[in-house]
Nanobody
């Protein structure tokens, strides 16, 4: 599976960005797709995930109500719409894919075996 994240950039606090991650190399009906992020000096953390077939979303508490994960099955692309951005959202954002991930592992980076290269999001105050 090949993933290529894009859409990062510099935005002021309160602004919006949409990240995209086209996927190729497999069919994804049994997959979960996710976004993780890593801020400077911090560990990679879960942001959001989506079950490819059902479209069921999952979020970390700090982005609920501000971020929306979605997927376009025709384009094999997963998106992360980020609104009301805060300086603490500044990080490199990675998309990831994993097959047959059980619910208890949906937020666990080790459950995902395919990763994109990352896209930098910088939120200025």
């Amino acid at each position: 599976v090949q993933l290529q994240a894009s859409g990062g950039g510099l935005v002021q606090a309160g602004g919006s960005l949409r990240l995209s991650c086209p996927a190729s190399g497999n069919t994804f009906n049994s997959y979960a797709m996710a976004w993780f992020r890593q801020a400077p000096g911090k560990e990679r953390e879960f942001v959001a995930a989506i079950r490819w077939s059902a479209g069921t979303p999952f979020y970390t508490d700090t982005v609920k109500g501000r971020f929306t994960i979605s997927r376009d099955t025709a384009k094999n692309t997963v998106y992360l719409q980020m609104n009301s951005l805060k300086p603490e959202d500044t990080a490199v954002y990675y998309c990831a894919a994993g097959e047959r991930i059980i619910l208890s592992n949906i937020r666990n980076s080790r459950a995902y075996d395919s990763w994109g290269q990352g896209t930098l999001v910088t939120v200025s105050s």
